[in-house]
C-alpha cells in the first residue's frame, strides 16, 4: 500500500477522494482538453452518419427564445453556441492575450518576434493557397479557414510526448498559438462583419468606456464585469460586428495588478499563521474561535489582494472552456455526413484549398517564417531546439479545428454545400496534421 502523501490533509483519505482522484488527475493533465474534445467530435460524426442523424440536425436547429418584454432574441441551439457559449472562449482568449502580452512570451519584441514571425507565415501561406484554389469562385470567402491554429488539439498533441518535449519548444507553440488567435479575432472583427449598426456601435462604445473606468477606478469585483460585459456582447450582437469580438475587447479591460507585492504577502502570511498556532491549542477548534476566524478571513483577503482578478478569471474559466464550451462546440458542428458525397466534398475547390492550406501551407509557412526570422537576427531559434522540431510543430500547427470550424461558419453560414465541403476539408486535414506532426516529433525528439 502506496504512503498517504503529507501535503494533502487528512480529508484527503475519505471514500469520496478515493473515487474522485482519478478524475481530478485526468482534468489535470495537459493532454485532457483534448481527448475530451476529439471524444465530442467523434461523438458528432457518429451521430450525424447513424441511422438518427435527422435528430442531430434538428436538435441543433431547433429554435430557443430568450428575453424580457418586448425584447427577445430568437436563435437556433448551434447559433446560441456559436455566438453565446463562444463568447466565453474568445473571452478566455483575450485574457490568454493580455496575459502573454504583459508578462508572458509576447511581453517584449525580442521575446515575440519569432513565434509571430512563425504565426504571420503560419497565416499567410495556408490562405494564400487557399486563394489559388477558389479565386473566382463563390468559396473565396473562406480565405481565412485554413490560417486558424486549435490550440487545444496542438498543445493536447505535444503534451503526449512528455519529457520528450523541450519546455521552450512547449512555449513557442503556445506563443505563436496566442499569435495565431489575436490575428484571427482581427480578421472576424474586419472581414466578417454584416451590415454594421452605428447606434449599437456607440452603445458598445459607452459600455468599453465604463469598463476601462471600472479599471482605472479599482474595481475588482467579478461581477461588475460580468453585468457590464453582458451588455456589451448584447450591443455588438446588435451592432453587425460578431457578438465574440466582444468577448475579447472585454478581457481587455480586465485588471491585471495586484494590490500587494509578493513580499509582502508572504510577511503577511507568516505572521497570520503564527497567529493562527498562538491562537488555540485544539486544532479543531474554528467553529468557537473568534481569533482562528479572524485570521482566516484575513488570509483570504490578502490572498484576493496579491492575485489579479486576471488570472483568477482565466483559472476559473479555463476548465468551462476546455471541457464544456469547446466540447459542445464541436458536438455542434463537427457533424458532417460521410457518405458518397464525402469525397466530392473534399475534392471541391473549399475542399482542397482547406485541406492543402492547413496541411502543406501550416508547415511550410511556420518553418520557413521562423527560419527567415531567424537568419535575419530579428531573434533566436529556442533554446534546445532543432530545426527538425520546428518542422514537426510546423504540422501541429496545421491542427484547425475549432478556430478553422468556427470561421467556415462565419463564411458559408448561407450556403450549406460549401460549409459542408468546408467541414470535411478541416476535419481530414486536422487529423492528418495531427496524427504526422506527433510521429515527426517523436522522431526528432530524443528522448529527455
Known amino acids: 500500500m502506496a504512503a498517504r502523501d503529507s501535503s494533502r490533509p487528512a480529508a484527503a483519505d475519505r471514500p469520496i477522494d478515493w473515487v474522485l482522484r482519478p478524475f481530478q488527475e485526468f482534468l489535470h493533465a495537459e493532454a ?8 465530442c467530435t467523434a461523438a458528432a460524426l457518429i451521430w450525424a452518419n447513424s441511422p438518427w442523424r435527422q435528430s442531430y440536425h434538428d436538435f441543433w436547429h431547433t429554435y430557443v427564445s430568450l428575453g424580457f418584454g418586448q425584447y427577445v432574441m430568437k436563435e437556433s441551439l448551434v447559433h446560441w453556441v456559436n455566438d453565446g457559449l463562444m463568447a466565453i472562449f474568445f473571452f478566455v482568449v483575450g485574457l490568454e492575450i493580455k496575459r502573454e502580452v504583459l508578462v508572458g512570451e509576447l511581453a517584449s519584441l525580442r521575446k515575440a518576434a519569432i513565434p509571430i514571425a512563425a504565426a504571420v507565415g503560419g497565416m499567410a501561406v495556408p490562405a494564400g493557397i487557399y486563394v489559388l484554389f477558389n479565386l473566382g469562385r463563390p468559396g473565396i470567402e473562406g480565405w481565412a479557414i485554413p490560417a486558424a491554429t486549435d490550440i487545444a488539439f496542438a498543445l493536447g498533441a505535444i503534451a503526449l510526448l512528455g519529457p520528450r518535449v523541450p519546455t521552450p519548444l512547449k512555449v513557442f507553440l503556445t506563443a505563436l498559438a496566442i499569435a495565431d488567435d489575436i490575428a484571427a479575432v482581427l480578421i472576424i472583427a474586419v472581414f466578417y462583419t454584416s451590415d454594421v449598426s452605428f447606434a449599437a456601435l456607440l452603445a458598445a462604445g459607452v459600455i468599453l468606456g465604463l469598463l476601462i473606468v471600472a479599471n482605472a477606478a479599482g474595481v475588482r469585483r467579478p461581477m461588475i464585469y460580468v453585468l457590464l460585459g453582458i451588455a456589451l456582447w448584447l450591443a ?25 507585492r509578493g513580499v509582502q504577502f508572504a510577511t503577511f502570511a507568516k505572521r497570520a499563521l503564527t497567529d493562527f498556532e498562538n491562537a488555540g491549542a485544539d486544532e479543531n477548534d474554528i467553529m468557537t474561535n473568534p481569533r482562528r476566524q479572524a485570521v482566516i478571513h484575513g488570509l483570504e483577503e490578502a490572498c484576493e489582494q496579491v492575485h489579479t482578478p486576471l488570472l483568477r478569471m482565466e483559472h476559473g474559466l479555463h476548465p468551462w472552456v476546455s471541457y464544456l464550451i469547446m466540447p459542445v462546440f464541436a458536438l455542434a458542428n463537427a457533424g458532417v455526413s460521410l457518405g458518397q458525397g464525402a469525397a466530392a466534398a473534399v475534392t471541391s475547390s473549399v475542399g482542397l ?66 460549409l459542408e465541403s468546408a467541414k470535411i476539408g478541416i476535419l481530414a486535414a486536422s487529423l492528418a496534421a495531427g496524427v504526422l506532426g506527433f510521429a515527426l516529433l517523436r522522431m526528432a ?3 529527455r
Open 236 to 260: 455588438f450582437f446588435e451592432s453587425g460586428v460578431h457578438a465574440t469580438v466582444a468577448g475579447v475587447v472585454l478581457a481587455l479591460t480586465i485588471p491585471a495588478r495586484c494590490r500587494i
Open 353 to 418: 484549398g482547406v485541406l492543402f492550406g492547413l496541411l502543406i501551407g501550416k508547415q511550410i509557412g511556420v518553418t520557413l517564417a521562423t527560419w527567415a526570422a531567424v537568419k535575419g537576427g530579428v531573434g533566436q531559434l529556442p533554446a534546445e531546439t532543432t530545426w527538425r522540431q520546428i518542422y514537426g510543430t510546423g504540422w501541429l500547427a496545421g491542427i484547425g479545428f475549432t478556430m478553422s470550424l468556427f470561421i467556415a461558419n462565419l463564411s458559408f453560414e448561407d450556403d450549406p454545400v460549401l
Open 445 to 447: 525528439t530524443a528522448k
Open 32 to 39: 485532457s482538453g483534448g481527448i475530451v474534445l476529439l471524444a
